[in-house]
């Protein structure tokens, strides 16, 4: 199957390698017999709902997310239609942010974002650095840890009663008080977790490759067959062991 990715701003929006996110899927897809076709979207070149199966955007520094945010927020209406429509999508930190409805930089400039999650970020005084361990429930009753690292000024409040992506164990999280990362609606995933992310959580890489072959396919996410994951659940269990033992703390 081709899997067609819309990768936002890869110009700009690319730290602590986020661009790795996209190796890693490009190939769990291939050792499956999947094709995975990577189409940048920049600014001035707007994005047309249905045409991806899978929307992927990275993180960025204040000045680069002032940079684009005007582009993606006059694209708004087209990144909720291609959700809406199914489409997968996985959003990290600065791009995290910009997908909620507005996100304040240190110098109180106020970016209007795309408004597909609920919530809304603040930026602090003080940075969040760290590794990172949340435990996830994406599937009812199929608990699995995530594991990253984060670097955010960012304090982000999620709505009443919206879904977070999981619960902290070690770290700070989206406003490192209220014990929750990230957010989730459907079939999109926003989260702060660098490192690149994907790498490290091969579960999570299949839960993402499975909503995009559903998107693909119409039909319902398939179960991907296994693949030997030893030196990805090792990258995993170091990075849970520095989340443990230093994750959190300013
Ligand atoms: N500039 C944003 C912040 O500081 C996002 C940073 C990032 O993407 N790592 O919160």
Not at 125 to 150: H, S, Y
Not at 216 to 222: E, F, H, K
Request: hydrophobic share 40%.
């Amino acid at each position: 199957m081709r899997i067609v990715v819309g990768h936002l701003y890869p110009d700009y929006l690319n730290i602590y390698a986020d661009r790795g996110n996209i190796a890693v899927l490009t190939a769990r897809a291939a050792w499956r017999g999947h094709e995975l076709e990577v189409r940048r979207v920049t600014v001035g070149e707007g994005l047309t709902p249905g045409e991806h199966d899978l929307l992927y955007i990275g993180g960025g520094q204040d000045r680069e997310q002032a940079l684009v945010a005007r582009d993606l927020a006059a694209m708004a209406e087209e990144v909720r239609a291609a959700v809406t429509g199914g489409a997968a999508l996985l959003a990290v930190c600065g791009g995290y942010q910009l997908l909620g409805r507005s996100y304040r930089d240190l110098h109180g400039l106020d970016l209007a974002g795309v408004g597909l999650f609920p919530l809304e970020t603040v930026a602090g005084e003080r940075r969040m650095i760290g590794d990172v361990l949340l435990e996830c429930e994406l599937e009812p009753g199929v608990r699995r840890t995530l594991a990253g690292f984060e670097n955010h000024a960012g304090r982000t409040r999620l709505d009443a009663g919206a879904q977070p992506l999981g619960r902290v164990i070690s770290g700070f999280g989206n406003d490192g008080e209220g014990g929750w990362e990230g957010c989730r609606v459907g079939r999109a995933v926003g989260t702060y977790l660098h490192g690149p992310l994907l790498p490290r959580n091969p579960w999570f890489a299949d839960w993402i490759l499975a909503q995009a072959l559903a998107h693909a396919t119409g039909a319902d996410a398939p179960t991907l067959p296994p693949l030997s994951d030893d030196l990805e659940t090792e990258a995993h269990a170091v990075s849970a062991r520095r989340a443990a033992a230093r994750g959190g703390r300013f």
